[in-house]
């Protein structure tokens, strides 16, 4: 069972993490979303923490 961890290591994606996107997309979209569901949650991700640590750009009144 060392997959989601071989998979979360390169992705920065922590294991349980790794295993509950598996079985979601599993659920989802049968084989086809096993396979896709690492590559969607690392692009959520990805998308997250350049949402979260991009500068404001409103000023302040």
Excluded: C, Q
């Amino acid at each position: 069972m060392n997959t989601p961890y071989v998979m979360g290591e390169g992705l920065d994606l922590h294991p349980l993490l790794a295993i509950f996107a598996i079985l979601v997309g599993g659920e989802v979209a049968g084989v086809t979303g096993i396979y896709l569901s690492i590559p969607v949650v690392a692009a959520l991700r990805i998308l997250w923490l350049n949402w979260t640590r991009r500068p404001s750009t409103r000023k302040a009144a």
